[in-house]
């Protein structure tokens, strides 16, 4: 099956600044997930972003599908941002299951 | 427009007790999944359901059974609980490969 990585694992900023996730694939997909768990422990859908660019209001995401990477980028962070952010790819063939990287776990401090 | 719901929030059972956790969307998606989160373990399949009327195991189906009752629910039934099956229990459904989830059952069996 395909292998999904994220980095980093763990990230801490101050309210106000920016950052950039990663999440690398193993094989070539067409379709992409990008998920917020909040520290109440639901699983938010960001964006469905298979290739290209998107944003949403202070996130933003692009995925290079040829490449086999995609960024997401969180602009002038909050506190309500923090939580652990997770991309997946959804694999007809291996299961009909989304396959969930390993995590950004994101912490934003005052 | 409420989109998957799921009933109970919590639950403590006992060993061998019997329970079902209900799920239900209004998004009218054919396919319907139920996942489980471990710590370090992230999200497993369970079972899933391509279209009404049909199921399909998953990766971790051992204990469980599920039902179809329509194209809106898709339930989870423990049939004798046991300590292993302690987690956080996620239905999703899916409009091709974009998947929503509800808000999760925690579970907790003694």
């Known amino acids: 099956g395909i292998q999904v990585e994220q980095s980093p694992p763990d990230l801490i900023l101050q309210e106000g600044a920016n950052s950039t996730l990663r999440c690398n694939f193993s094989?070539?997909?067409?379709?992409l997930q990008w998920f917020h768990q909040n520290p109440w422990g639901q699983l938010i859908n960001l964006f469905y972003?298979?290739?290209g660019t998107k944003q949403n209001g202070r996130l933003s995401a692009t995925t290079v599908a040829t490449e086999r990477y995609s960024l997401l980028y969180i602009s002038s962070s909050q506190t309500t941002d923090s939580g652990v952010y997770f991309c997946?790819?959804?694999?007809?063939?291996?299961?009909?299951?989304?396959?969930f990287g390993t995590g950004t776990q994101l912490k934003v401090e005052l | 427009n409420a989109g998957v719901t799921q009933t109970p929030k919590f639950q403590v059972l006992k060993t061998g007790q019997s329970m079902t956790l209900q799920c239900a969307q209004d998004?009218?998606?054919?396919?319907m999944y139920w996942y489980r989160q471990d710590p370090g373990m992230g999200l497993r399949l369970i079972y899933y359901?391509?279209?009404?009327?049909?199921?399909d195991k998953g990766e971790v189906p051992n204990g469980y059974n599920v039902s179809r009752l329509n194209k809106r629910e898709f339930s989870l039934r423990l049939e004798s609980a046991a300590p292993s099956q302690t987690s956080v229990y996620f239905c999703?459904?899916?409009?091709?490969?974009?998947?929503?989830f509800g808000p999760g059952t925690r579970l907790t069996v003694t």
């Open positions: 999703a459904s899916s409009r091709a490969y974009e998947q929503y």
């Open positions: 094989d070539s997909v067409n379709n």
């Open positions: 972003i298979p290739s």
């Open positions: 997946a790819v959804f694999e007809p063939g291996g299961g009909n299951k989304l396959t």
């Open positions: 998004m009218n998606h054919n396919s």
């Open positions: 359901s391509a279209s009404e009327g049909t199921t």
